[in-house]
């Protein structure tokens, strides 16, 4: 009578046999592959928390470390929390896999929404990456029953074939995350798709193999459930692009005149009036209205001297090419960049053409589409200058291209004589992180000459002019061609570093200890 009545009273799982459709080697054979499934999606929105917090703040390793650990701990808060939930295992189990696959399926969604409009995205990803983990841990215990009810055999076997299934579907699961998800369907997509096929896959088979255990008006439920479920997701995926347009703008100053996804950043060009700015992952990267200022301090005082072979790391956008190819007798310019797709964009798009003066077209320029840093690992070739125009350090895979092993391999691609230029940042707003690309520089065997200069849009910048066994001279070549900014009473001023931007006590940056800035913050973090 209890128990009727508990059936009656709460939709669930009858208190009875199970009643399968199908025999039951076929019937572990479809909960194994729903724990596969499902383990593939729950890494995939792991992945997906760590590349958007990568994406908007930098910084990977302190996005990881979040992510993981507060779902690990969810995972255990969940696993103890579904204990209660074991009575009724195939009704909860749906139940956890439709609230599973809607959170992870929205997530990128709701922690855009977070960054773009509310300037709440850490503690959004606490909240989501929490909620995610506590489902995640509630499958097991859960699925551990659904076997047994199938059939009876030890614990230790059951968990065997569980977890068996799990770690393939995790290894699936990241695997398709890099290489299939994100060039097809990009990041918000790609949650979306994936929260579809974990709600078809988690609660689709409850309803049909275990559905005889069911009450009707638990079938109901769920099958209402994963109507609205796949309802929801399918309606985001629809209008994911035009909510990514606008929560895009949102994040801008100005319109978006062009926005694209490359395979390693999000690019945005936007315009008002006379200036457009190039963002790279939200980071800008120029204005057209100051950026000779820039590019004029960072190219001319290293082409004081033998300057036929010049190279170029980063610096796709052209701006530095225009600057050297203003030389005549520069005989050959190499450009290293890692994304084709900026340098494409750089040669077409007429405004950062026009404002390259279409640098690329020059004969004497070639591109090279590759990881600088390895690039140089390979290259025998010397230079007499080098020009590294990189990101800023603000993150573990860009902190590399600061690293005393990068400046090394630059050295040996240096002629006799060679001078290479570092953009180091800005000595007043990160000064430690500045002075530490010189401590670099000089552990690599360079001597320095530091100098900063002021560009609007960016404030104060710096930069290092660094020489094998001298301490090179700042001054421009009698050749340089005509420049809007730079001069040499421009070039005594640089050298003069006020107060708050003197030298401080900085480590140089390694592979294995990186230096880095959070210029969301102003904090210096070390490794």
């Known amino acids: 009578m209890a128990d009727t009545l508990s059936t009656a009273t709460a939709p669930g799982d009858r208190d009875e046999p199970e009643r399968l459709p199908v025999r039951p080697r076929l019937a572990r054979f479809l909960v194994l592959f729903a724990v596969f499934v499902c383990a593939a999606c729950g890494l995939v929105y792991e992945l997906a928390l ?19 650990s507060v779902m690990v701990f969810a995972m255990g808060v969940g696993s103890l929390a579904s204990k209660r939930l074991t009575r ?3 009704f909860y189990f749906a139940v956890v896999e439709g609230l599973l696959s809607l959170l992870g399926g929205l997530s990128v969604l709701l922690l ?7 300037s709440l995205y850490q503690p959004a990803l606490v909240v989501i990456a929490f909620l995610l983990g506590a489902l995640i841990g509630a499958e097991i215990p859960l699925l551990m029953t659904l076997i047994q009810r199938i059939r009876s055999q030890e614990a230790a076997s059951a968990a065997a074939d569980l977890f068996a299934a799990d770690y393939v579907g995790g290894l699936i699961g990241g695997l398709a995350f890099p290489f299939l998800l994100l060039p097809v369907f990009g990041l918000p997509q790609g949650a979306l798709a994936v929260g579809i096929l974990n709600a078809v896959t988690g609660m689709a088979v409850v309803l049909w193999l275990f559905r005889r255990g069911l009450a009707r008006k638990a079938q109901a439920l769920l099958a209402g459930g994963l109507a609205v479920v796949l309802l929801v997701l399918a309606a985001a995926f629809a209008y994911s692009g035009t909510f990514e347009v606008s929560a895009r703008q949102a994040l801008y100053r100005d319109p978006i005149i062009h926005a694209q996804r490359s395979d390693y950043q999000e690019i945005v060009l936007t315009r008002d009036g006379p200036d457009t700015r190039l963002f790279l992952n939200g980071d800008l990267q120029f204005s057209s209205l100051d950026e000779y200022r820039y590019h004029e301090a960072l190219v001319h005082p290293a082409m004081r001297g033998e300057h036929d072979d010049v190279l170029i790391l980063g610096g796709g956008d052209g701006l530095a090419v225009r600057e050297i190819v203003g030389y005549e007798d520069v005989e050959h310019v190499t450009l290293v960049d890692l994304d084709p797709t900026v340098v494409e964009l750089s040669r077409n ?12 077209e020059d004969e004497r320029v070639d591109v090279i589409p590759t990881d600088a ?4 690992r390979d290259n025998r070739e010397k230079f007499d200058v080098i020009i590294s125009d990189m990101p800023d350090p603000d ?15 630059a050295k040996r691609a240096l002629a006799e004589g060679g001078r290479l230029v570092v953009q180091g ?9 500045y002075w530490s690309v010189g401590e670099s520089l000089q552990e690599a065997g360079f001597e320095t000459t530091p100098y900063n200069v002021d560009v609007p849009s960016f404030g104060n910048w710096g930069f290092f002019l660094a020489q094998s066994g001298t301490s090179p001279k700042l001054a421009l070549p009698a050749d340089h061609p005509v420049t809007r900014f730079l001069d040499a009473a421009t070039l005594r001023a640089a050298k003069v570093f006020p107060k708050d931007r003197r030298a401080t006590d900085s480590l140089p940056s390694t592979l294995l200890h990186p230096r880095i800035i959070d210029y969301h913050t102003g904090a210096w973090v070390s490794y």
Request: proline fraction near 4%; avoid cysteine; aromatic fraction near 18%.
């Open 88 to 90: 009724r295992p195939a």
């Open 112 to 118: 855009y929404t977070a960054f773009a409009w509310f």
């Open 395 to 409: 993150n573990v895979a860009t902190a590399k291209l600061y690293s005393v092993e990068f400046y090394t391999l």
């Open 50 to 68: 760590v590349a958007l917090g990568s994406y908007l703040l930098g910084n990977t390793i302190v996005q990881a470390s979040v992510v993981l």
């Open 425 to 433: 940042g800005s000595p007043y707003f990160a000064a430690k992180a």
């Open 349 to 360: 798009h007429p405004d950062i053409a026009e404002l390259n003066e279409h640098a690329f």
């Open 373 to 376: 840093f390895n690039w140089l």
